[in-house]
């Protein structure tokens, strides 16, 4: 199909001309210190409108909890029980409806569906259970972004979109902040969701409301990208200014023709990682071009070049560079920031509300100039260019540059008395907001480091007055700031989590493997010399030792057993667990050619020798745990006891698979040979360390049911990677399921019906995991593992 190129040149032109006219006028204001009368009145009658709102009650949690990422519930009911917490949510709600969705606060239906939105999220705040510490709240965590696509009817695109920010963090370089592209990229997400629900308000359609919110989270997802894989990539040290020099072109060229073009040979370290992103916006480029009609295509693109030229320039731009013009400085950041919003509301092709362009296009720069101001020590040691990093390296021997804080005050009152003509309410929030900036800064920077910053940039007269004001201001706090913060922590927490969990996987598996060797006794008979060569060569493969781990974390790390004194249990967990693949793979059960990377054992012998070494490595791991001599004997007893009814199940688990063969199942019958065939072996890892520490009934009874969920979840990502695996990251050839004729989740529920399966018994095991008294941590990135892995 032939595309239209956009005459880019032109429409930079023109964005730039009304972007030159603002700075014109805000720069009048500032030089003639004209603002300040007017913004000295409507700061007092925000004062005003704060008098008498509080009630005594007030005075008790006054300096007591501020709003933070580990409080927030906590701050909340003391909100409520002072009579603030309608106030709080009611700012917050109109300040993402005017920053992100372009709203006229003005509006009564705009106010209609504020209130709205405010009571919904009280409600949710106020019933939320306490969150021990280290938990995310609920509101940031997975199993609440699953409920709400399932309520939605959106949950395929809830987990394409999760599985693609897995993907996108796991290919941030090094010399990027992983945490603040994930963050911002999700808010990007958010922010085109929030679009699209607004375009939705009063669709009585369930269909389609759920089709057109599918297609704004991967249109969210589509434009997000941008930010860590073109924004924050060239900014960052990762390529060569000849790489970026390249890759510029690539996108420029994509913007002004319409095509994206073909992945050209990446030389050198960044080959891999530029492979990826060119994929990634490819893909990302034709969503965005399938959903713009034809009418708004050439706006979306001429406002998509503004915001990367822009950027461009302000990239440029050095701070040994001693001549940029007050222009050169402010033009390109209201036209990105203004672009960047624009974009979000043109991508799901929604139509502006009058007056729409003009408020997104004044209000940007209000936020960037907030964010510069919060980034600036960050930003002064990066050597980055932003009007406060100039005005600090250059104020004194440039008397002609603005000081930018002052002109973030002149871009407020032009919010107020111009752009939103005195409209209280939207007075509120913006000054709520400004001063909420300040003392958030303060907190950050401490006090002496905050009084430097701010005698250059605020050293007196009406600058002197907001000083004062952000001193004494209570009762200014954000929930969207809250939110920002408990992500950005979250994600900080679940990359170290991450690492940790690998790092306790390595250990775990390195101490399971040096104790797994069956030694032969010197003069052996040759035929079980064969039985434990056999044994061994199978117990030496790659396997995951995902039981023997489990039962490894929860007796040494949980129970603080020592290690010496479970090996015994743990080798006969392996020693089970490995006797049952034997059986599996044989040519009576499922006929595999390959486990662990390797030939199965009956091709290396034959299938006589691999079934008696499956029953050896039974009879081993009972003798293992007949050894367990440094517990009570009576709990060994109890032990073995539940082993072997754990075995019987395990083999009715097996009988029940070879009979569905050729069968087609229903979903409650695969759960039951899933949790017979897989979930009752990890429920043994869990339960046996149990037992041998004495752990009570009810703890007993939390780990049967989460591991009931994990089993079933571990079994159907195997399915999925049967279907859709890497056979050389899986060890063994795919698609044997089908061949084989064996009903699977994959066969009667399909790949997507198949991942909001396992996404179901995601969300119950961590509904299990939360009722533990332990709550170990393991667990709960045990189940990430087993829902993402790739093997």
């Known amino acids: 199909m032939n595309k239209e ?31 300040e009368h007017d913004l000295a009145e409507d ?216 095509f994206v073009p073909e992945a050209a040979e990446w030389p050198g370290a960044n080959g891999t990682l530029m492979s990826y992103v060119h994929k990634e916006l490819r893909e990302a480029f034709e969503t965005i071009e399938r959903h713009l009609r034809p009418e708004t295509r050439r706006r979306f693109f001429e406002q998509a070049y503004v915001f990367f030229h822009a950027q461009e320039l302000d990239r440029a731009k050095t701070l040994s560079h001693a001549a940029y013009t007050n222009e050169e400085l402010y033009v390109p950041i209201i036209l990105k920031s203004a672009s960047s919003r624009l974009i979000a509301r043109s991508v799901i092709d929604a139509p502006a509300d009058d007056g729409f362009e003009d408020r997104t296009f004044y209000y940007g720069i209000y936020n960037q100039l907030a964010d510069d101001f919060a980034d600036m020590s960050d930003d002064l040691k990066d050597g980055a260019v932003t009007p406060y990093t100039y005005y600090l390296t250059y104020r004194e021997r440039r008397p002609d540059l603005i000081n930018p804080f002052e002109l973030y005050w002149a871009v407020i009152h032009h919010l107020i008395r111009h752009v ?47 000083k004062r004001i952000a001193r004494k201001a209570e009762d200014v706090d954000f929930f969207d700031k809250i939110i920002r913060d408990q992500l950005a922590a979250s994600l900080k927490e679940d990359r170290q989590a991450k690492e940790r969990f690998a790092e306790t996987v390595r250990t775990a598996r390195d101490q399971i493997d040096g104790m797994l060797r069956i030694e032969k006794p010197d003069g052996i008979l040759p035929m079980k010399e064969t039985l434990i060569e056999a044994a061994n060569y199978s117990l030496v493969g790659n396997g995951k030792r995902l039981r023997p781990i489990l039962a490894w974390v929860m007796g040494v790390e949980e129970y603080g057993l020592e290690t010496s004194a479970i090996a015994p249990l743990l080798r006969s967990l392996e020693y089970m667990h490995t006797a049952s693949l ?22 290396v012998h034959d299938s006589a020798t691999a079934e008696l070494t499956g029953l050896f490595l039974i009879q081993e791991a009972i003798h293992e745990q007949a050894s367990l001599g440094q517990f009570n004997p009576a709990t060994v007893l109890e032990l073995m006891r539940y082993s072997a009814r754990t075995a019987e199940e395990l083999c009715m688990g097996q009988g029940m698979d070879l009979d569905a063969k050729g069968k087609t199942l229903t979903r409650e019958q695969l759960k039951s040979i899933c949790f017979y065939k897989t979930g009752k072996a990890f429920e043994a890892a869990l339960i046996m360390p149990a037992i041998l520490a004495k752990a009570g009934e009810g703890e007993i009874a939390q780990l049967k049911a989460y591991a009931y969920h994990a089993g079933i979840a571990f079994q159907i990502k195997d399915d999925l990677l049967d ?42 095991a ?26």
């Open 43 to 258: 700061i007092g009658h925000w004062k005003k409108s704060r008098t008498g709102r509080r009630s005594w009650l007030s005075f008790l949690s006054r300096s007591r909890v501020s709003a933070g990422v580990k409080d927030y519930q906590r701050y909340s009911k003391r909100l409520k029980h002072a009579e603030q917490l309608d106030d709080y949510l009611d700012r917050s709600i109109s300040y993402i409806y005017m920053r992100d969705l372009g709203k006229d606060m003005d509006s009564p239906d705009t106010q209609a569906r504020i209130r709205r939105l405010t009571e919904s999220v009280k409600q949710r705040l106020l019933h939320l259970d306490e969150a021990k510490r280290g938990e995310p709240p609920e509101f940031a965590s997975m199993v609440e972004l699953y409920r709400w696509a399932r309520k939605e009817g959106v949950e395929t695109g809830a987990i394409w979109a999760v599985d693609k920010l897995r993907q996108v963090a796991d290919h941030i370089p090094e010399g990027m902040n992983a945490e603040h592209a994930q963050r911002k990229l999700i808010k990007i997400i958010v922010g085109v969701v929030l679009h699209a629900v607004e375009e939705l308000e009063g669709e009585q359609s369930p269909a389609i409301r759920a089709g057109r919110l599918d297609e704004a989270i991967r249109l969210g997802y589509a434009y997000g990208l941008t930010y860590p894989f073109i924004d924050d990539l060239l900014d960052s040290q990762v390529l060569t200014a000849e790489e970026k020099a390249q890759y510029s072109n690539v996108i420029r060229s994509a913007l002004v023709t319409g």
């Open 582 to 603: 034997i059986f599996d793979d044989l040519p009576s059960q499922d006929n595999a050619s390959t486990r662990r990377g390797r030939s199965t054992l009956h091709h």
């Open 420 to 466: 939103y003509p005195s409209d209280a309410k939207t007075r509120d929030v913006i000054l709520n907001r400004a001063i909420n900036g300040l003392k958030r800064c303060k907190a950050r920077l401490g006090h002496e480091e905050y009084g430097r910053v701010m005698s250059i940039f605020a050293p007196g007269g009406f600058h002197r007055q907001i």
């Open 723 to 764: 279907a859709e695996g890497d056979e050389t990251l899986i060890g063994k050839p795919v698609g044997q399921d089908a061949e084989n004729g064996t009903s699977t989740f994959v066969t009667v529920l399909g790949i997507e019906g198949a991942k909001m399966e396992i996404w179901g018994h995601y969300c119950d």
């Open 766 to 791: 961590m509904e299990a995991w939360k009722e533990m008294p332990r709550r170990p941590a393991f667990l709960k990135h045990l189940l990430e593992y087993m829902i993402h892995r790739d093997r």
């Open 5 to 35: 190129t956009i005459d880019a040149n032109t429409a930079y032109r023109l964005a730039e001309e009304k972007a030159e006219r603002y700075f014109a006028s805000l720069y009048g204001q500032v030089r003639g210190k004209s603002y």
